[in-house]
């Protein structure tokens, strides 16, 4: 059975931005530069504690953060390394409440470019 690597949040704050243009969004977004400690972790199995943010129920799109509701990156008092997507198995029902405080294991995927998604991917999210 396969170990999951306990992660936490100052860990993965181990990141430098920069500015990088995407042309197809005429924009300029954050870069992440992820550090080595972290840049390790990719495609890793993990387990991390946060605070559950359901962003939009119906389709069944939650995140995982380091802080509660009222201060996350979505609120702007946070930045977007203490947020990671939740993936969820299509057989599992996801349903969790705001600022429920659960550890999730899964594998853990960097994503240094694709706007659409967080910076931080949990893949095949259960909780623990």
Known sequence: MAQHKKVDWP??????????????YDE??????????????????IEIKGYVI???????????SANPYASCFFCGNAGPESVMELQFPKSMKSVFKMDEII???????????????????LKNATPK
């Open 103 to 121: 550890t999730f294991k899964g594998r853990l995927k960097l994503n240094w470019d694709d706007l659409e998604h967080c910076n931080y991917i």
């Open 11 to 24: 860990l993965l704050a181990k990141v430098k931005w920069d500015e990088k243009y995407f042309k197809e």
């Open 28 to 45: 300029t977004v954050f870069y992440p530069d992820f550090s080595k400690e972290v840049s390790a972790l990719d495609s890793t199995l």
């Open 54 to 64: 359901p962003v939009d129920v119906e389709s069944g799109y939650y995140v995982l």
